[in-house]
């Protein structure tokens, strides 16, 4: 057994990537909000399910309790500044969409609304809610994933380098963009 | 409500980023594994905890449930052609160390191995399971963070930009680097 070199950071919440998933409810007056959360993922394929955790403090977390649904809008690097400022602000005290002259536009499938200037929206029902200590996760089934027809490449499948998402990185507390291609899953293996 | 122009792309598995975590336990004849899998992130801050999903036919998902353990490995460009390997076979046939020759190291902490070439590892103690369909959600309680001195920044935090970590894309099932810095979080909206 080789000896490790690596230096111990502690116990602590860091991976890379992390996602920036701008979480989309109405509260119980129906005003939408938005929030911004980096703690989440695709968590199962059948049923297509996706977590995000959220502090019980958040003004989402009862919205998503009471509504039993939510959306996930994808912010471009265009977006930036509107993702942050959506994690800087609660929904009980300021309207989100007015502030920032977005656009909520109320999902067909669930009773969540999404972003309509974001590219990239996921509509999700409430599945599950599990109780992990400050956060709760909640695993929402995806009913439908939307784009914008000019970030589809040729074949109808989406092009990440159009999208531009947004790569949160815990530690230094930065926003990234995608970089370059580096290889094609399920094949540059192969050669092992 | 300004009508939406998006395009139904269907129920389906598709947010950006996710993660290429590299998954390490020891089956029960104590021979280390690695799979690779890109449904998880991280799930809580108190106490910290990172989820990973795998199938229940994965050789890992038994490993866990015996071992009450696993580790990820985070894997940078540099191995992007070993951490795909690692999605293409199962540990049932294959030792994955002996064919990439690469090195488990025993973690001090729980009961599973690490990779030590990758920079970046997160060491972690089975603390919930969840069935979702075909995918079990693990939750691992995180007990350590390592990481190699040469991706670190002056001050101790990590540079994303050393450990130069994977971004899959599940749409194009392709890898991604990562880009150029974009914002820094809980700063640049302020402006709004």
Redesign the interface.
């Known amino acids: ?2 000896s ?16 920036v ?1 701008v979480v989309g409810t109405y509260d119980q007056a129906g005003k939408p909000n938005v929030m911004t959360a ?14 995000v ?1 959220l ?1 019980k403090a958040t003004y989402t977390h009862g919205n998503i309790l009471a509504r039993k649904a939510f959306t ?1 809008s ?1 912010p471009s ?1 265009d977006h ?9 602000v609660s929904g009980r005290s300021v309207d989100k969409f007015a ?2 002259k977005l ?4 999902s067909e499938l669930v009773d969540a609304p999404y972003v ?1 200037e974001f590219v ?3 509509e999700c029902k409430l ?2 809610v ?1 109780e ?4 709760t ?1 909640f ?1 929402g ?9 000019s970030v ?2 040729k074949g ?6 159009k ?1 531009k ?28």
């Open positions: 057994m080789v490790s070199m690596k230096k111990s950071l502690g116990a602590k919440t860091l991976v890379y990537p992390t996602p998933f980096a703690w989440g993922g695709i968590c199962c394929s059948q049923p297509p399910c996706v977590a955790s502090r996930i994808i690097e930036v500044q509107q993702a942050d400022y959506f994690g800087l502030t920032t656009t909520p536009v109320r309509q990239l929206i996921v599945a599950h599990i992990l200590g400050l956060h996760q695993v089934e995806v009913m439908d994933v939307k784009a914008e027809e589809m490449a109808g499948s989406l092009d990440i380098t999208v998402p947004l790569v949160f990185a815990p530690d230094s507390q930065a926003y990234y963009g995608i970089g370059q291609f580096v290889g094609q899953a399920f094949s540059v293996g192969q050669g092992i």
